[in-house]
């Protein structure tokens, strides 16, 4: 009888010290965010509190590794990045401009965007960019003392721009991010005006492709926006989702007369012409017949997803898809005049060859 | 007289048994605490543990307890928690339906559990909406497995099991066209992690939001122990020793749904907790429920904090816990079932 | 105590009728055997008279109770099942085994009382499985296996205790220790029913027995002089013949010629 008095006492105060411990921990959560000065509103909605001096940051989102290099002057203050950030950073054009990137850790978030935040807390940085749908980890990493701004996956360029304003404001580098936010209003604005130019010519069918899996980029995909400005129609508008996978029997029902290809993938524009896909004939779609498939640029980073050289991607797409409408810029000279703007880089015709994918694209 | 002695004996060695489990555990935790990317002693966390229940000044370095009370501890709480759960639930359905071979997702909760997560992940509602989801699509399974003999007139054992079969296929075939039509990018991994389980990003108010629900089912059950034990004779001969099969059955499985479906709303699914356990739990005190249900519950806590320790340490990334579970569970299933192999039929 | 069954019948959903009109009653220490060929009904009788399954005509009386108004605790107080022998899933010890007849009188939250762990120890001293009691169920022999299970029927102090074909798949040396059992149970003051289809059993244990043919009949009398060899013979629809043995002071029923 006593014994079994004890064991139930043992349980009940075991249960007793989780109980009060959770509890206990959930008041104390509020008092650890840091002291003082500004505070802004993320791309989630909450109202964040930043830090006096902001010395490491990390950063969990892929395409914002280069975008927060980019707007901050440098990789000295990014402490983390996601390890699909550094895959990516190695195979574009940022090692020639910033060598010391690559010794960036990518130890303390995984490629599916956790965070193990014990590591990071080594790390000592006073803010992590996160993605607005990471909750959890956003209260995990208040709890210990690390401030959580939330980045939004870009649909538009609205939102893009929020973006880059909002690392501008959390860097205090606000007159870099408005200097890039300007440009691509400028760009946007050029193409806007053309819009009663545009309705009288007739769009062509583009189909964005991004892998080899006939996954294609829909309504929601800030591509879709892109290249409806600059007199593209996308042929799978109708498909609601950023990317959905389709079959070739669609594929060939809208027959697009250009075909973008991702660099999310590999594939590049001799793989249809050639048929090398097995299971995929490509040879009748009018973008192969008429040799009108492109590989899509990388730059800092891939074009195709909303970042930094967003406004690069809407001139190039103009000048393939409409470049009647659109000559009066040259999308070489263009690149040249931007990286020297933003990255005070003097790109050669090679460089400028790279990032624009003559090889693939000839 | 000396056959009471005899029995006093067997009693005192099953309590004892249970406190150094027990022990055991608390042990455990103390040591998990200790363990991670950030280095924290064990006297530093004896100290954090102290100064939160008695009125003790806390640990000069903030970010110790930090570490300690926010990022470690919930996960701690809540494996012991699940893993016991699990185990419990385990224990129980082998009993009332006869056979040593059933895990706690027999009538399907952890597919329903599955599907609703998904729908919540491919809606896009946020944590609390994807535990909801969790736990209602695991409640809803259940109830469309119990529902399905009613409407066959048939409420024996074997048509509950064949029901569980058959909710439990549905519902894998929804899995199938919600990961179809989900975004390989972003959804499809976040549906793929979460059925692989994981306490990493557990917060403590889930914690407590399912704690209520859960204690109060374990305690219903360990009522229940003795009638579980008549339960796992047969339908028949339970009835003759006087039970209600039909509503304790009921009742039993309805707590141990709930303590599954809450397991499997904060931690995603995780197998083979609820099958090899209550195995280890029988073969250190037999299969009387009286002593099985609070080993078993011990044991699958110790268990899973074991696991749940190991995969946050092991490497930076956080492993699943169903992958580990699986690749130490099978082969330690293996192991009791050669030991057990007089007594299988 | 008094058990009645009154005008029982038995019928499947599809009409197939089992038994009709099965009248007796039973006082507690007799004995009343179910004689009868396999298929005819008996274990569905037995059934129905254990609570087990519910007659479609007919009612069963302890005492002025009708046992449908009994609770499932109450009848099980009163009335023990002995079922046929079967495979167990899980590796209890005899003692835990004996213990689950004291369920009944057990409530949710309190042990083995004990009065609870005295009858246990009286239900196993009857049968003699004593020095059994930590063997798991699953490592004894059958003969050991219905000693235990009728154990288990003693210690829920019940009134009557039924048991359904208790020497199925038992050895021959089984077979005449478990009868001497049951002759030992009615010595002891309950009431026993069992189900046989074996009518030398019947001559063995005495009392008085009910005969169910195939076509659904159930006819009752006194054993030594109801049973002759011509209603036996029909019964079986083989020659038996039955003879006076002196030195056992009973009937014996063998093949007939």
Known sequence: MKKRMLLVICIGLIMCIAIAGCSSQAKESESKTAEKLTSVVDQGGNEVQLPETITKVAITPIPWASAIWAIDGGSQRIVSINPSAMAAYKTSFMPTLDPAFATISTAEITKDFTINVEALMNLKPEIAFIWNDQTAEAEQLKAVGITPVMLNYAENLEDLKKDLLLVGQVLGKEDEAEKLTAYHTEIENYFIDKKAELDSVSKKKVMYLRNSKLSVAGAKNINNYLLELTGGANVAAGLDKQWSEVNMEQILQWNPEIIYLSNFDEIVPEDLYQNKIEGQDWSNIDAVKNHRVYKTPMGIYRYDAPCVETPLMIKWMGSIQQPELFKDYDIRKDLKAFYKAFFSADLTDENIDTILKVDANS | MLKDINLKEKRLNFSALLVLLVIILGALVIVSLCMGRFPISIPEVIHVLAANILPLPQVGDANVESVVMTLRFPRVVAAILVGGSLALSGAVYQGVFQNPLVSPDLLGVSSGACVGAAIAILIGIGTIGIQIGAFAGGILAVALTTTTPKLIKNSSNMMLVMSGIIVGGLMSSIMGIIKYIADPETELAEITYWQMGSIAKVLPKSILMVAPAMILAIIIIMVLRWKINVLSLGETEARSLGINVKTTRRIVIICATLLTASSVCISGTIGWVGLVVPHLGRLMVGPNNMKLLPVSFVLGGIFLLMIDTIARTITSAELPLSILTGLIGAPFYFYLLKKERMNLS | ?257
């Open chain 3, 1 to 257: 105590m008094n058990l009645r069954i009154v005008e029982l019948g038995f019928a499947y959903p599809n009409g197939n009728q089992i038994f009709t009109e099965v009248n007796f009653s039973l006082k507690k220490g007799e004995i009343f055997t179910i004689l009868g060929p396999n298929g005819a009904g008996k274990s569905t009788l037995l059934n129905c008279i254990g609570n087990l399954s519910e007659p479609t005509q007919g009612g069963i009386f302890l005492e002025k109770d009708n046992i449908k108004d009994l609770s499932l605790r109450q009848f099980a107080m009163r009335i023990g099942y002995v079922p046929q022998i079967h495979q167990p899933t899980y590796a209890f010890t005899v003692e835990e085994f004996v213990a689950m007849g004291r369920t009944p009188y057990l409530s949710a939250f309190k042990k083995l009382s004990l009065q609870d762990q005295r009858m246990i120890e009286e239900a196993m001293e009857l049968v003699r499985i004593t020095d059994l009691r930590n063997k798991a169920y699953t490592q004894l022999s059958g003969g050991e296996r219905q000693l235990v299970t009728i154990a288990r029927a003693i210690a829920q102090e019940p009134d009557f205790i039924l048991l359904d074909e208790p020497t199925a798949h038992l050895d021959f040396g089984n077979q005449i220790k478990t009868m001497k059992l049951v002759k030992k149970l009615s010595d002891q003051g309950y009431g026993v029913i069992m189900t046989t289809h074996n009518p030398d059993q019947v001559f063995f244990i005495g009392g008085r027995v009910g005969v169910l043919n195939r076509s659904g009949t159930f006819e009752i009398g006194v054993v030594d002089q109801y049973l002759s060899e011509d209603l036996l013979s029909r019964l079986y629809n083989e020659p038996v013949h039955l003879f006076y043995s002196n030195q056992l002071n009973r009937n014996i029923c063998t093949a007939g010629a």
